[in-house]
């Protein structure tokens, strides 16, 4: 399995994030998040934000623990980085 979480390291709207993402596709990914409960709202360009409550049910899971450096090389290698556009929103066709 190459299904990714790094520390719930965020803040945002007074909770602690974590990113959950693969390294192989985003089918794996989106797939894996169905399956945890996590709805696909949670989903931003090429991960899903998974609040802290839930990030031991994700390793438990078999998603394996990495650093946020890490996690976004590995998606950078794997082809699947998707970043911001310019204008700071979404990237067109990514939700």
């Not at 998606?75 to 067109?92: D, E, F, I, Q, Y």
Request: proline residues 7%; neutral net charge.
């Amino acid at each position: 399995m190459t299904i990714i979480i790094d520390p719930p390291s965020v803040p945002w709207r007074g909770r602690m994030w974590s990113h959950l993402a693969s390294d192989a596709s985003f089918e794996e990914l989106h797939t894996f998040a169905r399956e945890l409960g996590i709805p696909e709202r949670g989903f931003d360009r090429d991960h899903y934000d998974v609040p802290a409550e839930y990030y031991e049910s994700v390793l438990s899971l078999g998603a394996a623990p990495v650093s946020s450096r890490e996690l976004v090389a590995r998606l950078v290698a794997a082809g699947l980085r998707r970043r911001k556009s310019g204008a700071g929103g979404v990237s067109p066709g990514t939700r």
